[in-house]
T-cell receptor
Framework: SQQGEEDPQALSIQEGENATMNCSYKTSINNLQWYRQNSGRGLVHLILIRSNEREKHSGRLRVTLDTSKKSSSLLITASRAADTASYFCATDAVYGNKLVFGAGTILRVKS | KAGVTQTPRYLIKTRGQQVTLSCSPISGHRSVSWYQQTPGQGLQFLFEYFSETQRNKGNFPGRFSGRQFSNSRSEMNVSTLELGDSALYLC???????????FGEGSRLTVL
């Protein structure tokens, strides 16, 4: 079963706008990661945030983690058409030793 | 550095057949994980190998098996194929401590 659940399931925005995706999970974690997948291809790692961190930035990406609410958000600023993809959160549970992926958010950026 | 290589990229099989998929990890990576991706179930963890040992296994029937060789290359096998096994099978390698996973492009299996 999936540990993380993303919302919204799908998001459509105009180029230049910001996109926010949320992820909720169920158990205590060591870290949470976000990945991107372009249509039917392999996943690409975007960012990892550890359980003792609250916020992390990487270029146009900003990730927050709230362990008390068991939730995370991914913000993509100034989106581009090339950001069109599916975005997945993945959690590394404290007693799991494996990454468990959520259902993903499909982002469409219109130019 | 070469990325994760999966072969074959596409294959078509019929029900009852068996299939073997191959994964070559990034040089120096000792952990290889396999995932099944379908529209209905999303990304499901199959198993993980580290230094030739299966370290973790997902909730799949015994028809799904894998192995890892001494050079870290991994194979997975699905026997007695069913229509529901049609999926994108993704392999990912890592150094080994559930940090960043590096994924291959996947093997897309269609079962007719």
């Amino acid at each position: 079963s999936q540990q993380g659940e993303e919302d919204p399931q799908a998001l459509s925005i105009q180029e230049g706008e910001n996109a926010t995706m949320n992820c909720s999970y169920k158990t205590s974690i060591n870290n949470l990661q976000w990945y991107r997948q372009n249509s039917g291809r392999g996943l690409v790692h975007l960012i990892l945030i550890r359980s003792n961190e609250r916020e992390k930035h990487s270029g146009r990406l900003r990730v927050t983690l709230d362990t008390s609410k068991k939730s995370s958000s991914l913000l993509i600023t100034a989106s581009r058409a090339a950001d069109t993809a599916s975005y997945f959160c993945a959690t590394d549970a404290v007693y799991g030793n494996k990454l468990v992926f959520g259902a993903g958010t499909i982002l469409r950026v219109k130019s | 550095k070469a990325g994760v290589t999966q072969t074959p990229r596409y294959l078509i099989k019929t029900r009852g057949q068996q299939v073997t998929l191959s994964c070559s990890p990034i040089s120096g990576h000792r952990s290889v994980s396999w995932y099944q991706q379908t529209p209905g179930q999303g990304l499901q963890f199959l198993f993980e190998y580290f230094s030739e040992t299966q370290r973790n296994k997902g909730n799949f029937p015994g028809r799904f098996s894998g192995r890892q060789f001494s050079n870290s290359r991994s194979e997975m096998n699905v026997s007695t194929l069913e229509l529901g096994d049609s999926a994108l099978y993704l392999c990912a390698s890592s150094i080994g401590n559930t940090g960043e996973l590096f994924f291959g492009e996947g093997s897309r299996l269609t079962v007719l």
